[in-house]
Nanobody, 119 residues
Framework: QVQLVESGGGLVQAGGSLRLSCAAS????????MGWYRQAPGKQRELVAR???????NYADSVRGRFTISRGNAKNTVYLQMNTLNPEDTAVYYC?????????????WGQGTQVTVSS
């Protein structure tokens, strides 16, 4: 079993910064990718950023240039540095990981962390 533990959410004023962290624990042999999704009230969950095993990154257009995803040295930890936040970034942010067990991949979610940006 794999657990994803998130931290770093909170309340910040527009223009401010926050850094989210997510650590994966359990019997992990390899991770295909880790990333962050977010869900605002009344909206669908959307991809924010993702980092692949080789280090490639993907970003939503709405955050590109403001957010940066990175990994820890152990590669089972992922960070999301969020700069120049605006009220539209307010949402619950979820960590996501696609974990390999032999030839089979299983997708996991964290419990979510609230990010609130005040105007």
């Amino acid at each position: 079993q794999v657990q994803l533990v998130e931290s770093g959410g909170g309340l910040v004023q527009a223009g401010g910064s926050l850094r989210l962290s997510c650590a994966a624990s359990g019997s992990i042999s390899s991770i295909n990718y880790m990333g962050w999704y977010r869900q605002a009230p009344g909206k669908q969950r959307e991809l924010v950023a993702r980092i692949l095993r080789a280090g490639n990154t993907n970003y939503a257009d709405s955050v590109r240039g403001r957010f940066t995803i990175s990994r820890g040295n152990a590669k089972n930890t992922v960070y999301l540095q969020m700069n120049t936040l605006n009220p539209e970034d307010t949402a619950v942010y979820y960590c996501n990981a696609d974990v390999l067990f032999g030839m089979r991949a299983t997708n996991y979610w964290g419990q979510g962390t609230q990010v609130t940006v005040s105007s």
